[in-house]
């Protein structure tokens, strides 16, 4: 099994920004996608973004231009840097890794515990 802790989450106001890291810790695993879901009250868990080993992305629609997401292979990290953050970005935000690659929203098998961003308007 992998262990994800994220960091970061915070309350910010609009049109502000904030960081969320999130660190991965496995001896067996080898992880190759990385990435951020977000789930509102009331809403299923959507992909905000998720980066492969190779440093591939892929976005939601509505983030894009506004969220960069990064990792450190060697130390299992990722990170997503969240600017021009609207109301509706308020959610829990959950790391979440798998071995397999990214496909159509599906995320890997391994999540955090979720951090919460509040953007007030």
């Known amino acids: 099994q992998v262990q994800l802790v994220e960091s970061g989450g915070g309350l910010v106001q609009a049109g502000g920004s904030l960081r969320l890291s999130c660190a991965a810790s496995t001896r067996t695993f080898s992880i190759n996608r990385m990435g951020w879901y977000r789930q509102a009250p009331g809403k299923q868990r959507d992909l905000v973004a998720v980066?492969?080993?190779?440093?591939?992305?892929n976005y939601a629609d509505s983030v894009k231009g506004r969220f960069t997401i990064s990792r450190d292979n060697a130390k299992n990290t990722v990170s997503l840097q969240m600017n021009s953050l609207k109301p509706d970005d308020t959610a829990v935000y959950y790391c979440?890794?798998?071995?397999?690659?990214?496909?159509?929203?599906?995320?890997?098998?391994?999540w955090g515990q979720g951090t919460q961003v509040i953007v007030s308007s």
């Open positions: 979440n890794a798998g071995r397999e690659m990214y496909y159509r929203g599906y995320p890997g098998a391994w």
């Open positions: 980066i492969s080993s190779g440093g591939s992305t």
